[in-house]
């Protein structure tokens, strides 16, 4: 039972161009969410997050934006850049009560120069 | 600030045989996870604690898995009887523990059971 996913797997952006990666979550209990980036041999590092009391939050070059009716949340990076080349992952939580957070499949970004 | 930090990074043992593994949280951070990764997938929920109370594990967790953190600070992921199966990734992360929040990942220990 996949509660977060990211139907596509890969992306490919040219430079300077704006990258959008999607989530879908099932469960409308979730109340938090997050985006995470990920290098080869690291852990995720985490680059933005929303709270269900939002539709929008911005830090730099991205923007993440929630759609609860439609159980929908996307990042975008503006302008992309070779470096934001990785695999995203988004997690959600507060759906249990407790703070588990579920991560999506991931969607692999590669910023073409 | 010294980050989350895992031992050993990489690990290498054979069937049947019992790992251990180490996660020191950042300091006053409160909750640590753990969760494992294979090839393609996303990071995937094992168990978290608060302070050293162990508040929710997996039902994916079987009973060869086990998780302690008896004073609250690190915390050891046991799996014992190991299969080629358990070969993955495994992360540990922490965060303040005062509510929704980020978590703050290590680079992981790589499982390989041959």
């Known amino acids: 039972d996949q509660q977060v996913k990211q139907n596509s797997p890969s992306l490919s952006v040219q430079e300077g161009r704006i990258s959008i990666l999607n989530c879908d979550y099932t469960n409308s209990m979730f109340d938090y969410f997050l985006w995470y980036k990920k290098y080869p041999a690291e852990g995720p590092t985490f680059l933005i997050s929303i709270s269900s009391i939002k539709d929008k939050n911005e830090d730099g070059r991205f923007t993440v934006f929630l759609n609860k009716s439609a159980k929908h949340l996307s990042l975008h990076i503006v302008p992309s850049q070779p470096g934001d080349s990785a695999v995203y992952f988004c997690a959600a939580s507060g759906a249990s009560g407790t703070y588990k957070y579920i991560f999506g499949t991931g969607t692999r970004l590669k910023v073409l120069a | 600030d010294t980050g989350v930090s895992q031992n050993p990074r990489h690990k290498i043992t054979k069937r049947g045989q019992n790992v251990t593994f180490r996660c020191d949280p950042i300091?006053?951070?409160?909750?640590l996870y753990w969760y494992r990764q294979t090839l393609g997938q996303g990071p995937e929920f094992l168990t978290y604690f608060q302070n050293e109370a162990q508040l929710e594990k997996s039902r994916l967790l079987s009973d060869r898995f086990s998780a302690e953190r008896p004073k609250g600070s690190f915390s050891t992921l046991e799996i014992q009887r190991t299969e080629q199966g358990d070969s993955a990734m495994y992360l540990c992360?922490?965060?303040?523990?005062?509510?929704?929040?980020?978590?703050?990942f290590g680079s992981g220990t790589q499982l390989s059971v041959l």
């Open positions: 992360a922490s965060s303040l523990g005062i509510g929704n929040e980020k978590l703050f």
């Open positions: 300091s006053e951070h409160n909750r």
